[in-house]
């Protein structure tokens, strides 16, 4: 009996594979696809239900049902049986669907003479695309083999979909690549772009989802298998590896590729009628719809784990490895799910800009698409599933808008904003050599923040007067080893060098929190914001710290030497930190060694708790550095990775600028150097205002000194900090309308 059902799976496959060859249209083509379903189910309905857009399905296409409700009737997610399967991605069956609870009467489809009901979502990979539905006149229980054997032909039906074989007049059935798609995400890094996609890791698109020979089938199956164990054992045996994460992540694909049940379960979908590559991506698939919707974070885990393996054995089903033979496009924008640093250094400043599904705005690759100065954004959700290499893309990073396919007024509108933003930079280019002096004769010193060599030629282009902060990290999250004393030595000479006299303020590791290095174990943390990270590993992991403060002595042998410790939230952590240094310097000159000219120590006031700490704090600190991202969310006990809180709290807010005052007064009664460094830096508004409560210093993005420059050569810093008095007298929560009015008046008469 199994036996013939399962003829009768490969029958039924080999028709809608037909189908699919045949010329017509999309309409056509479905129409006789469900015509083929109902037969061979020996069911008087059959009908798909597409997605016309996310909340919404559409009856495309019917056998049974009245030809006129055909792209008129319309079901909500989650409305109605039909609507429960999309919901939930899980089949829905019952043999009295109007007594089920949730049924939804649709009297145009004259399906009150229908009982049973049998729904199956149409998926790919995570993609929802739509519904298959069977139904009968009489009371009918479907065998759990029926189920399976629909399950099966409704992922056949979404590789079709994927190969564009429903293309037709109807929205929901116009092909999910071809239109416009609008995405919101996240900022990761500020800016805009156009161009073409790249895909960081292309789909695998499988042409051929039904297998005429299971025999055949079942062995390309164990021979990619055998290629995938092979591949991972190569992995595991290599040295560089080394303890940890690494390996436990492929133990865990080790694992996966040696269960039976893994196995047992894909060679049965071959024994239906699906090929090698469509049984692995209907397993794949399956898995996907049953853990997404659990909430141990442990088993979603291994939903990224399955995931990954089930790709790599697609590619060797299907050889469509990430070397496609694909030509990058003149202008890319690279698309991911995320992308770890090294990998995006790769590709370098090739990119205009790179949008990715995961990520946060403190990751890896927010760090280098800052340093490269590309716009970035994160969270885009199912960019990897909508975009194809080569398709039009705009990035909007200051919104955290994409805009895929855009219609030709969308990219219109688009193009004007770069024009103008072209036409602002040539503006600010003008004053490259021009002071940041405001009219009341004000001078403010405007750094850079810089993480890669490749930063350093912005230095001089930008107008820059130094860099404020150097984050080394990268150096150490872009290599699967810890470097070498004489490799980080090399480097840190070379940045001096190319600073071309400038001052550098080198910051030591700031790892931890969302910075894991590649080859150190991740801390299993509730909150690792507030963790072991930054300075507290360097004083726990002294000989990391050690060997990088060594690097930065040897490095500026005969020049000066600016060190910074990040995350200082206690005055003895600076003390012994800097004790290191000294340490270390008195090392040096006992081996005789040459020294820097001058070394000068400082500390980034990260945490509200060091705005409070003693005055000798102050003066030990030769000079100290605001870290507005962390003090911001520390203050204000906002997560900034979380969207849901993170924009609701302003810099400009006044009891966050109370404590910056706080700041300015106890470094100006210690008479210690105070500077301001991070994304507010780099804002006019937040400049401006920072500059009139007295900060002197500050440090921000090469491409953002241009603006704050041009904004404070046109204001009088002392009428702003009058409208910011008045405004605190008058008990306002936020300065920004105050600051921002003073602006608006300035810049119109400066016209």
Same mark, same amino acid.
């Given at each position: 009996?199994?036996?013939?059902k399962?003829?009768?799976?490969r029958k039924?496959?080999?028709?809608?594979?037909?189908?699919l060859?045949?010329?017509?249209?999309?309409?056509a083509?479905?129409?006789q696809?469900a015509?083929?379903? =109902?037969?061979?189910?020996a069911?008087?309905?059959?009908?798909?239900y597409?997605?016309? @857009?996310?909340?919404?399905?559409?009856?495309c296409?019917?056998e049974?049902?009245?030809?006129?409700?055909?792209?008129?009737?319309?079901l909500?997610l989650?409305?109605?049986?039909?609507?429960r399967?999309?919901?939930?991605?899980?089949?829905?069956?019952?043999a009295n669907?109007?007594?089920e609870?949730?049924?939804?009467?649709m009297?145009?489809t004259?399906?009150?003479?229908y009982?049973?009901?049998?729904?199956?979502?149409?998926?790919?990979?995570g993609?929802?695309l739509g519904?298959?539905?069977?139904?009968?006149r009489?009371?009918?229980?479907?065998?759990?083999?029926?189920v399976y054997g629909?399950?099966?032909v409704?992922?056949?039906?979404a590789?079709?979909?994927e190969?564009?074989?429903? &293309?037709?007049?109807?929205?929901?059935?116009?092909?999910?690549?071809?239109?416009?798609v609008?995405?919101?995400?996240?900022?990761?890094?500020?800016?805009?772009?156009?161009?073409?996609?790249?895909?960081?890791?292309p789909r695998?698109?499988?042409?051929?989802p039904?297998?005429?020979d299971?025999?055949?089938?079942?062995?390309?199956?164990?021979e990619?298998v055998?290629q995938?164990?092979?591949?991972? @054992?190569? &992995?595991l045996?290599?040295?560089?590896?080394?303890?940890?994460?690494h390996?436990?992540?492929l133990?865990?694909?080790?694992m996966?590729t040696?269960?039976k049940?893994w196995?047992?379960r894909?060679s049965?979908?071959i024994?239906?009628?699906l090929?090698?590559?469509?049984?692995?991506?209907?397993?794949?698939?399956t898995?996907?719809?049953?853990?997404?919707s659990?909430?141990d974070?442990?088993?979603?885990d291994?939903?990224?784990d399955?995931?990954d393996?089930?790709?790599?054995?697609l590619r060797?089903?299907t050889?469509?490895?990430?070397?496609?033979g694909a030509?990058?496009p003149?202008?890319?924008?690279?698309v991911?799910r995320n992308? +770890?640093?090294?990998e995006?250094?790769?590709?370098?400043?090739?990119?205009r800009?790179?949008?990715?599904?995961?990520?946060?705005?403190?990751?890896?690759?927010?760090?280098?698409?800052?340093?490269?100065?590309?716009p970035?954004?994160?969270h885009?959700?199912?960019?990897t599933?909508?975009?194809?290499?080569g398709d %039009?893309?705009?990035?909007?990073?200051?919104?955290?808008?994409v805009?895929?396919?855009?219609?030709?007024?969308?990219?219109?509108?688009?193009r @004007?904003?770069l024009a103008?933003q072209?036409? =602002?930079?040539?503006?600010y =280019?003008s004053l490259?050599?021009?002071?940041?002096?405001?009219?009341c004769?004000?001078?403010?010193?405007?750094y850079m923040n810089?993480g890669?060599?490749?930063?350093?030629?912005?230095?001089?282009?930008? +107008?820059?007067?130094?860099v404020?902060?150097?984050?080394t990290?990268?150096?150490f999250?872009?290599?699967?080893?810890?470097?070498?004393r004489?490799?980080?030595?090399?480097?840190?000479?070379?940045?001096?060098d190319? =600073?071309?006299?400038?001052?550098?303020v080198?910051r030591?590791?700031?790892? +931890?929190?969302d910075?894991?290095l590649p080859?150190m174990? %991740?801390?299993?943390?509730?909150?690792?914001?507030?963790?072991?990270r930054?300075?507290?590993?360097?004083?726990d992991?002294?000989?990391v710290?050690?060997?990088? &403060?060594?690097?930065?002595?040897?490095a500026?042998v005969?020049r000066?030497?600016?060190?910074?410790f990040?995350?200082?939230?206690?005055p003895?952590?600076?003390?012994?930190?800097?004790?290191? &240094?000294?340490?270390?310097?008195?090392?040096?000159?006992?081996m005789?060694r040459?020294?820097?000219?001058?070394?000068?120590?400082?500390?980034?006031?990260e945490?509200?708790?060091?705005?409070?700490?003693p005055?000798s704090?102050?003066?030990a600190c030769?000079?100290?550095?605001?870290g507005?991202?962390?003090?911001?969310?520390f203050?204000?006990?906002?997560?900034r990775?979380?969207?849901?809180?993170?924009?609701?709290?302003d810099?400009?807010?006044?009891s966050?600028?109370?404590l910056?005052?706080?700041i300015?007064s106890r470094?100006?009664?210690?008479?210690t150097?105070l500077?301001?460094c991070?994304? @507010?830096a780099?804002?006019?508004?937040?400049?401006?205002?920072?500059?009139?409560l007295?900060?002197?210093?500050?440090?921000?993005?090469?491409?953002?000194?241009?603006?704050?420059?041009?904004?404070?050569r046109?204001?009088?810093l002392?009428?702003?900090?009058t409208?910011?008095?008045?405004a605190?007298?008058?008990?306002? %929560?936020?300065?920004r309308?105050?600051v921002?009015?003073?602006?608006?008046?300035?810049?119109r008469l400066?016209?």
């Amino acid at each position: 009996m199994a036996e013939r059902k399962d003829s009768e799976s490969r029958k039924l496959l080999k028709r809608l594979r037909d189908t699919l060859a045949a010329p017509g249209d999309g309409q056509a083509r479905l129409d006789q696809i469900a015509h083929h379903i =109902a037969d061979s189910m020996a069911t008087e309905v059959c009908s798909v239900y597409l997605f016309r @857009d996310p909340q919404t399905l559409e009856l495309c296409a019917s056998e049974g049902l009245r030809p006129e409700a055909v792209h008129h009737t319309r079901l909500r997610l989650g409305e109605g049986l039909v609507g429960r399967v999309a919901r939930s991605g899980q089949p829905v069956m019952t043999a009295n669907a109007p007594a089920e609870k949730g049924f939804r009467y649709m009297p145009e489809t004259g399906e009150e003479r229908y009982c049973s009901f049998l729904g199956v979502p149409i998926q790919r990979v995570g993609e929802r695309l739509g519904v298959l539905v069977v139904q009968s006149r009489d009371e009918r229980e479907f065998t759990d083999d029926e189920v399976y054997g629909l399950e099966v032909v409704a992922m056949v039906l979404a590789e079709m979909a994927e190969l564009g074989a429903f &293309l037709g007049n109807g929205d929901a059935l116009s092909k999910a690549h071809r239109a416009p798609v609008l995405m919101r995400g996240a900022t990761g890094q500020e800016g805009a772009a156009e161009g073409r996609v790249w895909l960081h890791e292309p789909r695998v698109v499988i042409t051929n989802p039904v297998g005429d020979d299971p025999v055949r089938e079942k062995a390309r199956l164990e021979e990619g298998v055998a290629q995938l164990r092979a591949q991972i @054992d190569a &992995l595991l045996d290599q040295s560089d590896i080394g303890e940890g994460d690494h390996n436990e992540v492929l133990e865990t694909f080790r694992m996966f590729t040696r269960s039976k049940s893994w196995m047992r379960r894909m060679s049965e979908d071959i024994e239906r009628g699906l090929s090698a590559e469509a049984a692995v991506e209907k397993e794949q698939s399956t898995a996907r719809a049953r853990l997404e919707s659990v909430a141990d974070p442990y088993l979603r885990d291994r939903l990224h784990d399955l995931d990954d393996l089930s790709n790599r054995l697609l590619r060797i089903l299907t050889g469509q490895g990430r070397d496609t033979g694909a030509q990058m496009p003149a202008n890319p924008i690279l698309v991911a799910r995320n992308i +770890g640093p090294a990998e995006l250094l790769e590709y370098g400043r090739k990119l205009r800009g790179v949008v990715l599904e995961e990520g946060s705005v403190g990751s890896h690759a927010a760090i280098v698409a800052r340093s490269l100065a590309i716009p970035l954004v994160i969270h885009a959700s199912r960019i990897t599933r909508e975009a194809l290499n080569g398709d %039009p893309i705009l990035v909007d990073g200051d919104t955290g808008i994409v805009h895929l396919r855009p219609e030709d007024s969308v990219a219109a509108a688009f193009r @004007d904003k770069l024009a103008m933003q072209e036409a =602002a930079s040539t503006r600010y =280019a003008s004053l490259r050599d021009l002071p940041a002096e405001a009219l009341c004769g004000t001078r403010i010193e405007l750094y850079m923040n810089a993480g890669l060599m490749a930063d350093l030629p912005s230095l001089k282009g930008s +107008g820059a007067e130094g860099v404020g902060l150097f984050r080394t990290e990268l150096q150490f999250l872009t290599r699967t080893r810890v470097p070498r004393r004489t490799e980080l030595a090399g480097l840190y000479s070379r940045v001096i060098d190319n =600073a071309l006299g400038r001052p550098v303020v080198f910051r030591t590791l700031d790892i +931890g929190s969302d910075k894991v290095l590649p080859y150190m174990k %991740p801390q299993d943390e509730p909150n690792p914001a507030m963790g072991w990270r930054a300075i507290r590993v360097g004083l726990d992991k002294r000989g990391v710290l050690g060997m990088q &403060l060594q690097a930065l002595i040897r490095a500026a042998v005969d020049r000066p030497l600016q060190v910074m410790f990040p995350f200082v939230a206690d005055p003895t952590e600076f003390v012994a930190a800097r004790a290191m &240094l000294m340490s270390y310097l008195e090392r040096e000159a006992a081996m005789g060694r040459p020294l820097p000219t001058d070394v000068r120590v400082g500390a980034m006031i990260e945490t509200p708790s060091i705005a409070f700490a003693p005055r000798s704090f102050f003066e030990a600190c030769d000079f100290v550095s605001i870290g507005g991202n962390d003090l911001k969310q520390f203050f204000f006990a906002a997560d900034r990775e979380n969207e849901r809180v993170r924009r609701r709290y302003d810099t400009m807010n006044t009891s966050f600028l109370s404590l910056i005052e706080q700041i300015i007064s106890r470094c100006a009664d210690a008479g210690t150097q105070l500077s301001f460094c991070g994304e @507010d830096a780099g804002r006019p508004v937040e400049a401006v205002t920072l500059a009139a409560l007295g900060i002197r210093r500050l440090s921000m993005r090469p491409a953002s000194i241009g603006p704050v420059k041009n904004v404070i050569r046109q204001i009088d810093l002392a009428a702003v900090r009058t409208a910011m008095d008045l405004a605190r007298e008058r008990g306002e %929560p936020s300065l920004r309308p105050a600051v921002t009015g003073v602006l608006n008046e300035a810049l119109r008469l400066s016209q």
